[in-house]
């Protein structure tokens, strides 16, 4: 079983803070990662995804990834109440004769004004 | 473009009962996942499709549930007989370049069964 691990919080930060998400992953060969955000009683919504090790940066979001380490971070930086979500992790993983996403179960992230 | 739009998005059925759940994807995607959603296991997935065809079903749970894509625009999951554990959040979600670039989801349907 290919495990997508995150803490699930919550993480409490207050408006105009860096909120820090963190995920880890157990397939060594894992080479696609995504971040999904999902408001209460909303379907999983893409923010991005990162392919290569090092940062990728889109708006107030950067995406970091660390394959040596087997780990992938969401910052969220001058974080807004409308924030407030459960951030998802996922990873590519082959299934079948193809690749599905794999994912984490969430981290409940709280911006308080 | 309307999105992955699902079916019903609210089921409440007794224990024992059918229960089909409906998808319809994007134009022009030709992979169509299953997803179930709850507290306890996060996201799972249960079945997905390329072309219409079921490519891995290795996360259905059990053979009271079945899947099926007759054609490049619907698909259905179905439970029979439902069973109270069988209640989640059921999403389907589809992508027109497998996993490379993330999946579009439907808004779900929520299934209780008492």
């Known amino acids: 079983q290919k495990e997508v691990e995150q803490n699930s919080g919550p993480l409490s930060v207050p408006e105009g803070a860096i909120a820090s998400l963190n995920c880890t992953y157990s397939d060594r060969g894992s080479q696609s990662f995504f971040w999904y955000r999902q ?28 394959k040596a380490s087997q780990y992938v971070s969401l910052l969220i930086r001058d974080s807004q109440p409308s924030d407030s979500a459960t951030y998802l992790c996922a990873v590519k993983v082959p299934l079948g004769s193809g690749y599905a996403l794999n994912f984490g179960k969430g981290t409940s992230l709280l911006v308080t004004p | 473009d309307a999105g992955v739009i ?6 409440v059925t007794e224990m024992g009962q059918e229960v089909t759940l409906r998808c319809k994807p994007i134009s022009g995607h030709d992979y169509l996942f299953w997803y179930r959603q709850t507290m306890m296991r996060g996201l799972e ?22 899947a099926k894509m007759p054609n490049a625009s619907f698909s259905t999951l179905k439970i029979q007989p439902s069973e109270p554990r069988d209640s989640a959040v059921y999403f389907c979600a589809s992508s027109s370049q497998g996993t490379d670039y993330g999946y579009t989801f439907g808004s779900g349907t929520r299934l209780t069964v008492v």
């Open chain 1, 39 to 66: 408001y209460s009683g909303k379907s999983p919504e893409l923010i991005m995804f990162i392919y290569s090790n090092g940062d990728k940066e889109d708006g107030r979001f950067t995406a970091q990834l660390n």
């Open chain 2, 45 to 66: 997935l249960l079945i997905y499709f390329n072309n219409n065809v079921p490519i891995d079903d290795s996360g259905m749970p059990e053979d009271r549930f079945s």
């Open chain 2, 6 to 11: 699902q079916s019903p998005r609210h089921e």
